[in-house]
């Protein structure tokens, strides 16, 4: 069964930076539709960032763009976001997320959301002002 731990929330003030770790029972360099998404109080749960980890393509939310970027580890089966440029509205809890299908029935450009089905328990990001 596909596992997936995050780590590495905190608080910052604005401005600040974190990096987001999604340790994976996965072999990353595989073809694995892999994504963060957060939910704040009382808003639903939004895409932040999604990669194909096999081709390395990279989708990004616009609210996030070119301040967050979404990598990988292969050597540790670990994803990763960078958080740059921290403001008061990213605050919510983080969650990775991955479609668990077989490598060779991953989507290409893994848009969909429902194949998401496979979460991680979420870390806290909050940004202060």
């Known amino acids: 069964q596909v596992q997936l731990v995050e780590s590495g929330g905190g608080s910052v003030q604005a401005g600040g930076a974190l990096r987001l770790s999604c340790a994976s029972s996965v072999d990353t360099s595989k073809n694995y539709c892999m994504a963060w998404f957060r939910q704040a109080p009382g808003k639903e749960r939004e895409g932040v960032a999604r990669i194909s980890t096999r081709r390395g393509g990279t989708y990004y939310a616009d609210s996030v763009k070119g301040r967050f970027t979404i990598t990988q580890d292969n050597t540790k089966n670990t994803l990763f976001l960078q958080m740059n440029g921290l403001k008061p509205e990213d605050t919510a809890m983080y969650f990775c997320?991955?479609?668990?299908?077989?490598?060779?029935?991953?989507?290409?450009?893994?848009?969909?959301?429902?194949?998401?089905?496979?979460w991680g328990q979420g870390t806290q990001v909050t940004v202060s002002s």
């Open positions: 997320a991955i479609n668990p299908a077989p490598v060779d029935l991953q989507p290409y450009w893994c848009s969909r959301r429902t194949d998401f089905t496979v």
